[in-house]
């Protein structure tokens, strides 16, 4: 094997590696793996950021893919409220894909850091876990928009030990969040759950777990939406995103299967310390600062 060969295999490993790794975390979190890819690739592999978005694009369509079957088995995924969800996001994504190319590179870095300390901020004021929330909240209003679709649910909670019913609420702010979630995922390639996350669980009021299974089962819809923008523009390298899909796959399934057994705060807890550890670099990224040296 040639010296230039044994380097590319050893550069797809990383990438493979790194997405591995990448969406155990995020399938986990429910935030696919482009939150965590996008950064480490520009940082570390010294791709360019637009590059580094188009490969997470297709990892953020391959972890969808591969964690929602098991979230779908055990009842967590709440797929009616899904569906009415996902149009708004759909929107904002496309609405994403046209200001793309007009924002330039350190701008996309000041967007990226701030949406993740907002992110941080609004998983850290809500520690407690409304998974008890509708055993306390009474009889819902008739005229509500969860009543009205029918988006009121339950899931079994292996760590409890027992069926955790809950209640939608507020579905049209919701669906302003969501909105905004699509056209931050089409601008970052971050797959939007970073956004969803704190919106349903603020806005919707959901358990954790709920949380992450939906907005898993939304992001692999969202990203499509902006995906052949990003194609036709040849900003996706087949020869990055490829290992990055494969490594995005095998690690959307790992996470899944740790967050069916773990507790809701545990979850919680890794989602704000994640982000806060990488709002700092992106943000110190945005402003010049290279802190593992100049990106590509």
């Known amino acids: 094997m040639t010296g230039a060969a044994a380097m590319d295999l050893h550069y797809t490993l990383w990438l493979f590696a790194v997405s591995l790794g990448a969406s155990a975390l995020g399938g986990m979190l429910g935030m696919a793996s482009g939150v965590f890819i996008v950064p480490v690739l520009t940082m570390f592999g010294h791709v360019d950021?637009?590059?580094a978005i188009g490969?997470?694009?297709v990892s953020v369509i391959a972890c969808s893919c591969g964690g929602a079957a098991p979230f779908l088995r055990e009842r967590l995924t709440n797929v009616r409220l899904a569906l009415v969800l996902e149009t708004a996001t759909t929107l904002g994504a496309l609405s994403g894909v046209l200001l793309s190319g007009l924002i330039p590179v350190p701008a996309l870095y000041f967007i990226f850091a701030v949406i993740l300390l907002l992110s941080a901020q609004q998983m850290l004021a809500r520690r407690t876990d409304p998974a008890t929330a509708a055993d306390a909240a009474g009889t819902p209003r008739a005229n509500s928009w969860g009543a009205s679709l029918r988006l009121d649910s339950s899931y079994p909670d292996r760590a409890l030990g027992r069926e955790v019913a809950y209640r939608v609420q507020r579905v049209p702010l919701g669906l302003s969040l969501m909105y905004g979630a699509g056209l931050i995922s089409a601008l970052l390639g971050i797959g939007s759950?970073?956004?969803?996350?704190?919106?349903?669980d603020t806005a919707l009021r959901l358990p954790i777990k709920v949380s992450s299974a939906t907005s898993n089962f939304m992001i692999g819809v969202t990203a499509a939406a902006s995906a052949g923008a990003y194609f036709l523009r040849g900003e996706i390298v087949t020869a990055i995103a490829g290992p990055v899909a494969l490594g995005s796959v095998a690690g959307a399934l790992l996470?899944?299967?740790?967050?069916?057994r773990v507790s809701n705060d545990r979850p919680r807890v890794l989602f704000v310390a994640v982000l806060a550890a990488l709002a700092v670099q992106m943000l110190l990224e945005a402003f010049g600062v290279h802190l593992f040296g100049a990106s590509a």
């Open 49 to 51: 950021i637009h590059i």
């Open 255 to 260: 996470g899944a299967r740790v967050l069916m």
């Open 193 to 200: 759950g970073v956004l969803k996350i704190p919106a349903m």
């Open 55 to 57: 490969a997470s694009i």
